[in-house]
């Protein structure tokens, strides 16, 4: 989704429409001011407050906080009671299966899903519908719950005035872009829970994130507000109405993409490069200061950018910025060294306290980053990480029959019958509670507490900055953070490295056993077909470079879960998300909601890379298939490219194309590299037009978001490196022999113990049908290595292998 050319625009045509410039929703008309506390998902950051799209001159008082310093210092936590037997309310979200949904059940708002029903109702009695957006792990979701939602007071005006919708923005990703694109353009931030009031036309007409339930500072709150909109309709809705088709009007013309003849070139990577090398921070690495977000569409880019040629300083200088950034992450806080994974973000500069919620499409995407520093390096302290991961979404996420849920909350009960939540309770320590569990246990006249807390730097008044937590629930406490490495610890108590691995080892066993008797954060039992998509690879990637054949086989049972419960055989089409009953049974709900375009672009990824760790057709078979329906569903023949949602659901009153790689990498990024990929695999004849359709739309898609890439390179890192991979073509490589011939795999894993980005690896066995054209039947195993639109001869060898592969990929 366009996000900053589109608000920029908005902003621009906002100011020459006398419609939006004199609408006021305050009675002095001034904009109300919105606190920004939110839960940022994704990792934009708006420091700086663009012009709204109301007529507004009024700037924040000093005393409030802008949007970074609200993700930094999250608030405490939300009072949380056992829910009685017999709810007191009850609303239309009780039938839902979302968790996000389920939460909201027994509010006294009458809230409604997303439905005909509810739309249809806000036309029948010409309301204005309220529509509230978030997500079962959003810390500032469940504040504004306990504040607003649940106050009588405030849900009497919003049920007599509004039609009130809730929204979970991950089982409808296209709505929340298309919302969160107006709040973004109108407030200069965004973020969850996001507010928005939209006419009987789902028009948005205005938007926030959280609002306080009462006035602050001399600024309205949420109550004030909802008098104030149902005032203004009751008044003038014809203003309202003419408003919102101005708005969106402004967001069609804003998100348009240009029609371009001329691919960008080089200038565009060496751009991309450049500018994260301007934002990266040397000292503890990430792009950028606090707060920090593992950003792995640009990891993904700088690796791709040195495997072109590992012998170019500016590649190097690629390859450290990575290696550097990974190292400190998994050395910080937001890396779970007791429970494994790693959290959203760091709320601080050194990566030590983080926003503890734990996502799917994280772990996913860090196996793959993780994977090529691995393959960069052969440095085992990076596979250790990659079997971290692992073990973390297998233990903790994972339904017993293979797919994944969604994430875990960051906040949690500190004890067992307390009243309220905190934030990061599973996982923080007090010093006198370690020093309760380890200092009896010795080695070399040391204890392993004098040694853990050294290495982990811990303190006993604890080792969080003071003001980290708005109520104190940091105050003595501990984050596990390593700043230097095992080596210093091993120096200052004179052991050998098998001594302090085990002392870690038994002290990490210890306080595991003890952190699991906590009280757990919340899971989100939700599952989407898009990040199980990411974890499949994740998978594969992590099988192949670690030759661990059981990743390879989580991968493969992933993807027949998915088979089995996201996809229709009949249409050949996905479902975007399914459930767990109680029972352990998986639902898809009433009304199944069809997959978007981030489901199809990235299982695709996720069948290819697992058709390389597997040589398994059935998986290159099936990802042809749905890259057919995905052009069928998304694709713009006119300009190129792909809508985020297909045009069957009238209520989706602009189709967006999401031009930026943030905490997920964008559809078309991703699309972009499955097409090329598929373009070779395509290549069944020797004529030259072999795969040229997949390669036409590839260019045809690069060419819609030119400009964007030219302008803005480091906005789609993910594009630009399919813009690299169609400049220098993928690194071909073909192996023929039997499959169960000892030189067979040799050759493959050679091919696998490589950093190839982009590369398609296939193998033909005689006794099999041909994967491409060039397959051969032979007495000996050999290779086949195109690069660069050349192929070589063919090798047998595994050192004349290694030295096809480890040329330089870009073209001279």
Known sequence: MPYNRATSLLRRLSLNDSKLKNFGTTQNNKEIFLPNHICNQRDFCWTIRISTLFNNNLNPPNNLRGLCDNIIKMSAPTTEQTLPDK????????????????????????????????????????????????????????????????????????????????????????????????????????????????????????????????????????????RIMADKWRQNSKTLMDMGDSVIEHIKNATKLDINTSLPGEVTWLRCVEKYMSMYEPEFGGFGTAPKFPHVPAFNFLFHYYARDKYDPKAKECLNMCLHTLTKMAKGGIHDHISSGFARYSTDNHWQVPHFEKMLYDQAQLAVAYTDAYLATKDEFFADVIRDIIKYVNTDLRHEHGGYYSAEDADSYPSFGAQHKQEGAFYVWDYDELKNLLSDKLIADYSYLDIFCHYYNVEEDGNVSPGVGNKGEFDNKNVLIVYGGEEDTMEKFGLTKVQFRKVISTCREILFEVQQKR???????????????????????????????????????????????????????????????????????????????????????????????????????????????????????????????SDEDDSVIIRLKEDQDSAEPAGNSVACHNLLRLAVYADRSPAPEGGQKERDMAKKLLLAFSQRLSDTPNALPEMVSALMLYNDSPTQVLISGPRSDPRTLELVRVVRSRLLPGRVLALTDPNEAPVLSRSRNVDVPRAYVCRRYACSLPVTDVKQLETLLDEPAMLQ
């Open 87 to 226: 709810p007191k309310f009850t609303n239309k979200l009780g039938n839902e299966k979302s968790p996000y949904l389920l939460q909201h059940a027994n509010n006294p708002v009458n809230w409604y899903p997303w439905c005909q029903e509810a739309l249809d109702k806000a036309k029948q009695q010409n309301k204005l519908i309220f529509l509230s957006v978030g997500y079962s792990t959003c810390h500032w979701c469940h504040v504004m719950e306990k504040e607003s939602f649940e106050n009588e007071d405030i849900a009497k005006i919003m049920n007599d005035n509004f039609i009130n919708i809730k929204l979970d923005r991950e089982e409808r990703p296209d709505l929340d872009r298309l919302y969160m694109l107006f709040v973004m353009a109108t407030t200069g931030s965004g973020g969850w829970p996001m507010s928005v009031f939209l006419t009987p036309e789902l028009k948005p007409i205005k938007g926030g994130t959280y609002y306080p339930p009462e006035d602050r500072f001399g600024y309205p709150g949420f109550k004030t507000l909802l």
């Open 519 to 645: 009280p757990r954060p919340h899971l989100d039992s939700k599952l989407l077909c898009s990040w199980n998509g990411l974890m499949i690879s994740g998978l594969a990637r992590a099988g192949q470079g670690l030759e661990d054949k059981n990743y390879v086989d989580d991968a493969i049972k992933t993807a027949n879960f998915i088979k089995q419960n996201f996809y229709c055989t009949d249409s050949k089409s996905l479902l975007h998300s399914c459930y767990k009953e109680e029972d352990g049974s998986i639902t898809c709900g009433e009304v199944p909601i069809k997959g978007f375009l981030d489901d199809y672009a990235f299982l695709i990824r996720g069948l290819l890379d697992l058709y390389e760790a597997s040589l398994d057709m059935e998986w290159l078979k099936w990802a042809r298939d749905l890259q057919q329906k995905q052009n069928d569903l998304f694709w713009d023949s006119d300009v190129g490219g792909y809508y985020t949602c």
